[in-house]
């Protein structure tokens, strides 16, 4: 992404979970502070979302997970973007209990946002994991 | 004779000693209050309660909704929570199991026995209620797509410990329309699945006489975003359309509308959520005797459960939610509920721990035994505030009806088929919550704990930890079925499962029964019914 570009988002549900609140009022939070939102829908596997990531060149993606299986789910999610050659980074939202949100990062997810955000928590921990990537690849 | 000598003569009829009639100071209550001529709990269009006695004949069921890891995992909760007064089961799923998937399926991974119990088989079926008597307690199940499965995995259970079909008592959620709309655990088409649903109520209507085969439910739509008008209005149009499928199958109004039953949520809008359950009564009852044309009272008395809303509960300052758990629970009592769940206050966190559980338990048993909410029927009706809201929300409620009437041509059955197809219900919804949010944000809607009062440093709360081991667990056990299991029997229960479900007018039932005794897993027996119906993918809608 350089200057000028919107920033392009992957906001989507990863296993079974269908509970989609959440992740579509993210999707409206994003759109309405000016990201381009792509909202990947429900039931996806990381390859499906690794690969939606890359078809649309994303610069975040976003998962919402309510179902307990976040400390699977997020890391295979990652391995999936990496093994296609995609640095994107991964914001991961929903019930996340605290002492699992430290793994999260370790396993390599960007942010980790909890029930309650607020709007401009929301876009700023998208924006910061954008930024760091941006840092990385010009290192 | 008066209204309310009709009512005394049906009040004196039914038991009515279960709860304390008189205040602390001694001063004696009547049942209810109001003018002679006036409309009496009991009576049509029962916008006071379906029964004349309400809690003086019987309490509500405290029914807690339980269910994580193994099925010995959620049998020992159960267990503890029978021994702390709970006076029903309540059997919550995990998602693979939602979705008719085995703990095995490859989409598993990470959610066996996270947010529920994981039933691959039959022999869960049989752990998670080993020791408890089926024949005297009531047990709800919180599944839809694979509902009927579970269905007859509990009649043979029941079977296998000496209680006939017959005597088994309990509600089966079975409302797949709502899952389009809100929830979103659908496996199937639409049209399909609703002939599962139905024929599960022609199954029970014939043969479980105490069984309650659909429970209507507004919770989850109001869970996924919803105004308690749209929950309202979407719970009972989605309950006339199962009307009109049973109907379209020859089934007699009378014989299953008295087992319809209903489930809403509590939020925290108090007033608001004590005139919906009042205006959905009345709905009901008009509708099913004017449209329907019932003429069994029974059918025409909505009954209903209700949980307190999790969605109202906050990760911040998570004791607080005891509070809110408290006020939501009394709305539902006020507003005539038939059973209730009181959520955990740390579910914003994750699944609840045994204490929390319990304390939530004890909140009913206060608002039931403590505080004389339950002395009175309905002792909020001739409030001009809530007579007035009761009466607004029914006439929004039947905007709605009219816009489904003509979407669907004159049939609402179609008309929500027709909204679940192009959208209408999913939208509906999220544009309900993001405007919520969009409040929350602007802080014109206050959040203790969230956008005001906030504290900073909280202390970690202690919540129940669900580690990998169950979902290895459970993989090992299903390995260890199957490999006992008779495959051929198996094989030829599937091939019967597949050969009456092509057929519209076979009841698929018996052939369910017949699968779940040959130990087939969930997830071949709806890879049978799939290979029949389709799959279902949804037009995502933000």
């Known amino acids: 992404m350089t200057a000028g570009e919107m920033m392009r988002v992957l906001v989507t549900k990863v296993g079974f979970d269908g509970h989609d609140r959440g992740v579509k009022v993210v999707a409206r939070m994003l759109r309405d502070a000016g990201l381009e939102v792509i909202y990947g829908g429900l039931r996806q596997t990381p390859e499906t979302v690794a690969e939606t990531a890359l078809q649309e060149d994303v610069d975040v993606v976003g998962l919402s997970m309510h179902s307990g299986g976040h400390l699977t789910l997020a890391?295979?999610?990652?391995e999936a973007l990496r093994r296609r050659g995609l640095d994107v980074p991964v914001v991961v939202g929903g019930i996340i209990p605290t002492r699992d949100r430290d793994v999260l990062v370790e396993q390599g997810v960007a942010e980790v946002l909890t029930p309650g955000a607020s709007e401009?928590?929301?876009?700023?921990?998208?924006?910061?994991?954008?930024?760091q990537r941006v840092q990385a690849t010009e290192a | 004779m008066t209204r309310r000598e009709d009512w005394e003569r049906q009040y004196r009829a039914a038991p009515s000693d279960a709860v304390e009639a008189s205040t602390m100071s001694g001063l004696e209550l009547d049942a209810v209050y109001g003018p002679d001529d006036g409309e009496f709990p009991g009576q049509f269009p029962y916008t006071r309660g379906p029964y004349a006695s309400m809690y003086r004949g019987r309490l509500w069921t405290m029914r807690m909704f339980a269910g994580f890891g193994t099925a010995a995992d959620t049998n020992a909760r159960f267990k503890e929570l029978l021994r702390a007064g709970g006076t029903g089961l309540s059997t919550a799923f995990d998602l693979p199991t939602l979705m008719g998937a085995d703990s095995d399926h490859p989409m598993a991974l990470g959610e066996v026995g996270k947010a529920g119990v994981a039933v691959d088989t039959l022999a869960d079926m049989e752990d998670l209620f080993d020791g408890i008597d089926l024949g005297t307690v009531?047990?709800?199940?919180t599944i839809n797509s694979p509902a009927p499965i579970l269905l007859a995995m509990y009649v043979a259970v029941g079977e296998e410990h000496g209680t006939p079909r017959a005597r088994l008592a309990g509600t089966l959620q079975n409302d797949i329309l709502k899952e389009y709309q809100a929830q979103k655990e659908f496996i199937f088409p639409p049209r399909p699945s609703v002939r599962l649903v139905n024929d599960v109520v022609r199954f029970c209507t014939a043969e479980m006489p105490l069984w309650h085969p659909v429970s209507i439910s507004g919770y989850h739509i109001r869970e996924a975003g919803s105004t308690a008008v749209q929950e309202l209005a979407f719970t009972l149009a989605n309950g006339f359309a199962y009307v009109e499928a049973a109907i379209a199958s020859g089934l007699p109004v009378d014989a299953f509308g008295k087992r319809l039953s209903f489930f809403f949520n509590a939020h925290i809008d108090f007033f608001e959520e004590i005139a919906k359950y009042r205006a959905a009564r009345r709905i009901w009852a008009r509708w099913l005797r004017d449209r329907y044309g019932a003429t069994d009272e029974r059918a025409m008395q909505l009954r209903f459960h209700t949980q307190t809303a999790g969605v109202s509960l906050t990760a911040q300052q998570p004791e607080i939610n005891i509070a809110r758990v408290a006020i939501e629970a009394l709305a539902g009592v006020l507003g005539g509920t038939q059973s209730l769940h009181t959520d955990s206050f740390d579910e914003a966190l994750a699944l609840?721990?045994?204490?929390?559980?319990?304390?939530a338990l004890r909140t009913q048993q206060v608002i039931a035994y403590e505080t004389g909410?339950?002395?009175v029927a309905d002792p909020l009706g001739g409030s001009h505030f809530v007579e007035a809201l009761t009466d607004r929300m029914e006439q929004e409620a039947e905007a709605v009806f009219a816009h489904l009437l003509e979407l669907g041509d004159g049939s609402i059955?179609?008309?929500?088929?027709?909204?679940?197809e192009e959208g209408w219900f999913q939208s509906e919804i999220a544009q309900a919550s993001a405007d919520f949010e969009r409040k929350l944000n602007d802080g014109r809607r206050i959040l203790v704990?969230?956008?005001?009062f906030e504290e900073t440093d909280e202390p970690e709360a202690d919540i129940l930890y669900i580690g990998p081991e169950a979902e290895a667990l459970q993989r090992k056990r299903l390995a260890e079925v199957k490999a006992a299991r008779d495959d051929g029997a198996v094989s030829q229960a599937l091939a019967r499962v597949r050969h009456d479900a092509a057929d519209p007018a076979t009841n698929v039932m018996p052939s369910l029964l017949q699968a779940v005794y040959a130990y087939a897993t969930v997830g071949e027996i709806i890879g049978a019914l799939g290979q029949v119906f389709g799959t279902w993918t949804e037009r995502a809608v933000v």
């Not at chain 1, 890391?75 to 990652?78: D, L």
């Not at chain 2, 059955?413 to 679940?420: N, S």
């Open chain 1, 75 to 78: 890391p295979a999610v990652i």
């Open chain 1, 120 to 131: 401009e928590e929301v876009v700023a921990a998208v924006r910061r994991a954008a930024a």
């Open chain 2, 138 to 141: 009531s047990t709800s199940m």
């Open chain 2, 352 to 359: 609840p721990t045994e204490k929390a559980a319990r304390i």
């Open chain 2, 373 to 375: 909410a339950a002395s």
């Open chain 2, 413 to 420: 059955l179609e008309g929500v088929y027709q909204g679940i």
């Open chain 2, 449 to 452: 704990g969230v956008n005001r």
